[in-house]
């Protein structure tokens, strides 16, 4: 039951969420410099025709709300409208580009958990000993480089100098693709592993001072059990959190990293939207990023059910 | 048959913890090691179960069952643990894992067995241990209470049959009747399987009544050790002595109770001296010269003492009279309070009277409503109905806030945990006067004055909580809670996270400034020994409900209720 109310007050929130920044986005259309016509007239020649046209198409001259509920319907349904540079559907242009975003973001996601709690867990368990200094050092230097210059520098050592990966390019078959993708990947996982083993290392020391960690070796339980069983189930939670978060910003796409190998992925894709005043493109994309955030955000309240028994009975709110 | 044998343990972080402790523990006997909070019990018992936290290295020697377990090999500790020695620890809300459920932590700690069988010896292990339902295997630990809780860790540390369980305070953290049915579970289980347990608390009461020979802890070392009986009867160390003398009779109201002065040294400071010299009131030049051996007296009985203990004139009291009933008319009047928390009734209707200058105490197990009680007199908690009156003033929280004004001055509290009730950045001197400044000024009492008042040092101004013991801090909380000179002090549980002899002092302090200021005091507490010293009456409550009142040595002597007698029953024997 607990349950029950708990995912419908989230899933209530994020509703509202989602209509406050719906709403706001589609301000940006009126509010936008020269009014709505002279932005969705983009490159066309401004003459009396083609307004009153566009005043047509695009019912300027209804009334706000009217305007605003009928392209929510539309948005609801997935129709953003044309873009206005490319003249070709929002919801075309995004679907081309969300693949290369989308297994750029989960292999980044992937290295960084695979790297990040492993590396965490052993920093924590030798605390204070050269690997831990260790770790922790690296950790803080990764944090210090810019996700850009870090890019720059893969590139030049693995792509240029060593010439073991493509410089450019997201490929096409997957196994290309996975070729393609390592190195901005490690880009964009870079920075985010440092996060995540910073905070497994906290999470982890905060459990080894607990009795329940010391009972569980009182009773000698073997090693793996005490690893997996309490030590990483009881620290993935707050871990869980920050993984979560990182996936969201990954998925609406990484700007510098992207711009640095040349992919043509959704931040790229956001940049240059905003460069042509593309105005359709920049709403879809900003909505769409919004219910990314929502979303991911509703997958973590689940895993925290799924993982966390107090939360599932209602014990206490995450 | 000696199972364990503990010689010359020392344990070292940057100081000296533990001092050449030694102990040996037979199959099928009860040990007990008492001591003081900090005299080194826990780390002791971590050290023998090779499970000292980092940092921490011992020398010495233990040998379970003639295998030498110092400086052995993880895997050998390994294949030790659980099967050969368990160790339960002190706080049950802490030991089990929040995200296991109960039947799992007793399955997974069960040698290997196909799975059907597995559940059914789940549910036999949790029957063994007093848990006759099958559905708390399926529950998680913040679904219990503690006693369950202690129930199964004390399932799960059992799962694999060791010869020796070493119990670190198991029931410390729990409530007297919910305490005394696991120190009777415990014995219970100790007997069916005549296995040995180091019994480790602070409670000489508890180490009497369940062990076959008692150890005596004192700044990380031995100080004596013989028979429970012969321990309780005559203490053969002034230490001992002290202890004994400072415990609360349920039976009789002492005229004094008498407190250790001072503190508990670091084993560090002490090596070479007798550690006790500095509170022992019959210390002679030749104690601080050399560090008194622990020497036999008779087989079995041993002391760390070069002298014979002086009995203490223990005068057999004649149980002190309570003050007269006080003239001054009610002072605090409760009506009929209330509350609910969700479906949960914290008070269903509870009526008291508090007189001027009177003393009054409220006993009841956690949950059955004290707490609140208090808050809503105190107007931290908005009762649902009722009244509370104080001084002929309706104050009832919630209702006309207006008459709320004032209300400080007349009632102050003093909480059961002076550690988190002091503001940790403000000195003690800072802390005082802020208090002090609530209230009237005339007659406003200074620092030095408040610290006077509860024996501090005029010094003491200048620190902060973090540099002073629990019983220091408490009294400040108690000179804090004087400062605006309230005619009603509420105590909730002051005394329960302080040890017997720090106790003493703290309920001495508490009833001089009854007699000396005329304060009246409504006295919480789960300890009826504790509310004999201090109250004239007492109010026993019962998930909420006044269950029985009267005068308190009516209510302790001859009680009423089924209820006031269980309490009776599970408050174990004072020596
Ligand atoms: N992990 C630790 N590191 C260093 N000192 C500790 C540690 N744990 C406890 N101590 C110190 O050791 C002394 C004895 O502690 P402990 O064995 O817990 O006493 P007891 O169980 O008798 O209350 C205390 O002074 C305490 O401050
Ligand atoms: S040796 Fe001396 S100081 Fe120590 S307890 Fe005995 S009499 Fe007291
Ligand atoms: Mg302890």
Redesign the interface.
Same mark, same amino acid.
């Given at each position: 039951m607990a349950v029950l109310t708990l995912l419908a007050r989230r899933l209530a929130a994020a509703l509202v969420l989602l209509g406050v920044l719906s709403a706001l986005t589609f301000g940006l259309l009126a509010a936008s410099p020269g009014g709505p016509e002279q932005v969705l007239l983009g490159s066309r020649p401004s003459t009396a025709e083609t307004r009153a046209a566009i005043r047509a198409e695009y019912h300027l001259d209804d009334p706000f709300p009217v305007r605003y509920a009928r392209w929510l319907g539309d948005a609801v349904r997935g129709d953003f409208g044309v873009s206005i540079y490319s003249r070709e559907p929002v919801t075309d242009v995004i679907a081309d580009r969300m693949p290369v975003t989308a297994s750029l973001a989960g292999y980044a996601l992937l290295l960084t958990v695979a790297v990040g709690v492993p590396l965490g867990l052993v920093a924590a368990m030798r !605390?204070g000993g050269a690997l831990d200094q260790g770790i922790t050092l690296a950790a803080l230097v990764t944090l210090a480089i810019p996700p850009f210059a870090l890019s720059i520098l893969l590139l030049y050592g693995f792509a240029v100098a060593l010439g073991w990966f493509p410089v450019f390019g997201a490929g096409e078959t997957p196994l290309d693709r996975i070729v393609h993708l390592t190195l901005p990947a490690i880009a964009l996982a870079g920075a985010q592993t440092a996060m995540v083993v910073r905070q497994m290392r906290a999470a982890a020391l905060d459990l %080894? =001072?607990? *009795?329940?960690l010391?009972? %569980? !070796? %009182? !009773? =000698?339980? &073997? /090693?793996r !059990?005490i690893w997996l =069983?309490?030590a990483l /189930?009881?620290a993935a939670l707050p871990v869980l959190t920050v993984g979560g978060l990182l996936l969201a910003a990954n998925l609406t796409g990484s700007l510098f990293v992207e711009q640095a190998f040349g992919l043509h992925g959704l931040g790229a894709l956001l940049i240059g939207a905003i460069g042509q005043k593309d105005i359709p493109v920049v709403q879809a994309l900003v909505l769409l990023g919004g219910a990314i955030v929502v979303a991911v955000n509703l997958l973590i309240d689940l895993a925290y059910l799924a993982? *966390? &028994? /107090?939360v599932r009975?209602g %014990?206490v709110t995450s | 048959m000696t199972l364990l044998d503990v010689g010359g343990l020392t344990v070292t972080g940057r100081h000296l913890i533990v001092d050449g402790v030694d102990l040996n523990v037979s199959r099928g006997e009860t040990v007990g090691l008492v001591g003081e909070s900090g005299s080194g019990k826990s780390l002791t018992a971590r050290a023998v179960a090779g499970l000292l936290p980092k940092g921490l290295t011992a020398t010495g020697s233990v040998t379970l069952s003639g295998r030498e377990l110092l400086g052995a090999r993880e895997r050998l500790l390994r294949s030790v643990r659980g099967s050969q020695v368990a160790l339960l620890m002190q706080d049950p809300f802490a030991m089990l894992n929040p995200l296991r459920t109960a039947g799992a932590h007793v399955a997974e700690s069960l040698p290997r067995l196909p799975r059907a069988a597995r559940r059914a010896e789940v549910l036999r292990r949790l029957a063994e241990v007093g848990i006759a339902d099958p559905s708390v295997a399926g529950r998680h630990p913040f679904q219990l209470s503690g006693g369950m809780r202690q129930r199964v860790a004390l399932a799960a540390a059992l799962a694999r049959d060791p010869e020796l369980l070493i119990a670190d305070e198991p029931t410390t953290a729990l409530d007297a009747t919910t305490q005394h049915e696991i120190l009777m579970l415990l014995r219970g289980v100790q007997r069916a399987r005549g296995m040995g347990v180091l019994l480790i608390t602070h409670d000489l009461r508890v180490a009497f009544e369940l062990c076959d020979r008692v150890s005596v802890m004192y700044a990380g070392r031995i100080v004596e050790s013989g028979p429970g009986s012969g321990v309780a009867g005559a203490p053969a160390h002034p230490y001992t002595s002290g202890l004994l003398a400072a415990l609360p009779s349920v039976t009789v109201t002492l005229p004094r109770l008498e407190a250790v002065p001072g503190s508990v040294p670091h084993a560090e400071d002490v090596t070479d001296v007798c550690a006790f010299a500095a509170r022992c009131g019959q210390a002679e030049p030749e104690c601080g010269q050399a560090r008194p051996p622990l020497r036999e007296l008779s087989p079995g009985r041993r002391t760390a003492c070069l002298y014979e203990v002086r009995p203490r004139p223990r005068t057999a009291p004649p149980a002190l009279a309570p003050d007269a009933a006080p003239a001054g008319g009610t002072l605090l009047r409760v009506e009929e309070l209330r509350k609910r928390y969700g479906g949960h009734v914290a008070l269903g209707g509870v009526s008291l009277d508090v007189g001027a200058g009177e003393s009054v105490g409220v006993v009841g197990e956690s949950g059955s409503g004290k707490t609140t009680l208090a808050r809503c007199v105190l107007g931290l908690a908005t009762p649902d109905g009722g009244r509370v009156e104080l001084a002929g003033l309706d104050v009832t929280p919630g209702a006309r806030a207006a008459r709320r004004e004032g209300a400080h001055r007349l009632v102050q509290c003093v909480f059961q945990d002076p550690s988190t009730s002091l503001n940790p950045a403000l000195t003690v001197g800072a802390t005082l006067a802020e208090a002090a400044a609530q209230g009237r000024a005339e007659g406003r009492p200074s620092v030095a004055e408040l610290l006077d008042l509860v024996g501090l040092p005029t010094a003491y101004a200048s620190r902060r909580p973090r540099a002073l013991s629990g019983g220091e801090r408490q009294r400040v909380a108690i000179a804090r809670a004087l400062a605006v000179r309230p005619a009603l002090l509420i105590c909730d549980e002051p005394t329960a996270s302080l040890d017997v002899s720090v106790q003493a002092h703290v309920l001495e302090l508490l009833r001089t400034i009854r007699r000396e200021l005329g304060t009246a005091l409504l006295f919480i507490t789960h300890d009826l020994a504790v509310v004999r010293q201090i109250a004239d009456r007492t109010v026993v409550l019962f998930r909420g409900e006044v269950v029985e009142s009267g005068e308190t040595a009516r209510v302790l002597d001859a009680p009423a209720h089924d209820y006031t007698r269980r309490l009776l029953a599970s408050v174990p024997p004072t020596p």
């Open positions: !605390r %080894a =001072g607990q *009795d329940f010391t009972f %569980a !070796r %009182a !009773r =000698g339980l &073997p /090693r !059990r =069983g309490y /189930r009881n993982v *966390d &028994p /107090r009975h %014990a | -």
